[in-house]
């Protein structure tokens, strides 16, 4: 059975930093793409950032580009997210997801595990 359990979720003032963290057990998840999504009240869940399979390739949304970090430590079936710079449009539930592909993308077709979420919540 495949798990994804996210942490590292919470409440923080604009202009600080969390680090999430997503442990996947199960199976050994080094060749697999992992990536995060949000999902802010009201608003669909759009793609955040993700990390191929060997750490080498990664991927920014847009409007978080220049302020994330995404990584991964193989050995603990874990990936990070590293947000510094948050911003009140920030707030949302952020999701990690596990893709059965080397490499993956933006798209949430692509990914077939998902853990329950963290939130995040940034007050201005």
């Known amino acids: 059975q495949v798990q994804l359990v996210e942490s590292g979720g919470g409440s923080v003032q604009a202009g600080g930093s969390l680090r999430l963290s997503c442990a996947a057990s199960?199976?050994?998840?080094?060749?697999?793409?992992m990536g995060w999504f949000r999902q802010a009240p009201g608003k669909e869940r759009e793609f955040v950032s993700y990390?191929?399979?060997?750490?080498?390739?990664?991927s920014y949304a847009d409007s978080m580009k220049g302020r994330l970090t995404i990584s991964r430590d193989s050995a603990k079936n874990t990936v990070y997210l590293q947000m510094n710079s948050l911003k009140p449009e920030d707030t949302a539930v952020y999701y990690c997801?596990?893709?059965?592909?080397?490499?993956?993308?933006?798209?949430?077709?692509?990914?077939?595990?998902w853990g329950q979420g963290t939130q995040v919540t940034v007050s201005s």
């Open positions: 997801a596990l893709s059965m592909t080397f490499y993956s993308g933006t798209n949430q077709n692509d990914y077939k595990y």
């Open positions: 990390i191929s399979g060997n750490g080498g390739r990664t």
């Open positions: 199960g199976r050994t998840f080094s060749s697999y793409a």
